[in-house]
């Protein structure tokens, strides 16, 4: 049997590894940022309870934390091609994966993965903030979206920081 960790391999690949380094941190930090705007999205229509986009967040959260990345990667690359081909036959349409690269199926991955556990880090530290916070916001005559920006979300930001 041959040997199970060998170190001179390992000292032999870590050359070919860094030169992968900045397509690895690009797809990180795109869909970082994707996923931040779309967590914030679903954190607020499940911290309202919006009547019918509230239960649709939840069963995406519910699917995606259910589900391994890797599992959504494998969809993500090879099911939105056999979506957009049922499109094409079903409307008529003349979409093409063909020049879509595969750095952009892994951020759509990715993205969609890291929003859901986002989503529910940011919704949790929006209700760590006391209700009360914001009846007092509505009694001094502000907006919802003011007592969000002005008072909820800045409390919600240290807690989230911490979480």
Do not use: H, W
Request: proline fraction near 4%.
């Amino acid at each position: 049997m041959g040997k199970v960790f060998d170190i001179s391999f390992m000292i032999s690949v870590v050359p070919e590894i860094i030169s992968y380094l900045p397509v690895t941190l690009e797809i990180a930090f795109i869909s970082g940022v994707i996923a931040l705007i779309l967590g914030f999205g679903i954190a607020l229509v499940r911290y309202f309870r919006i009547r019918i986009l509230s239960p649709i967040a939840q069963v995406y959260i519910s699917f995606i934390r259910g589900t391994p990345a890797m599992v959504q990667l494998i969809i993500a690359y090879y099911g939105i091609p056999i979506f957009l081909r049922a499109l094409n036959e079903q409307f008529s349409l003349k979409l093409s994966v063909n020049g879509i690269p595969a750095i952009v199926f892994a951020i759509v991955a990715l993205s969609l993965n890291s929003a859901a556990f986002m989503s529910e880090t940011i919704r949790s530290a929006m209700l760590s903030v006391d209700a009360g916070q914001l009846e007092a916001c509505y009694s001094v005559n502000m907006t919802t979206g003011q007592a969000l920006i002005r008072v909820i979300l800045p409390q919600a930001f240290t807690v989230a920081l911490l979480i």
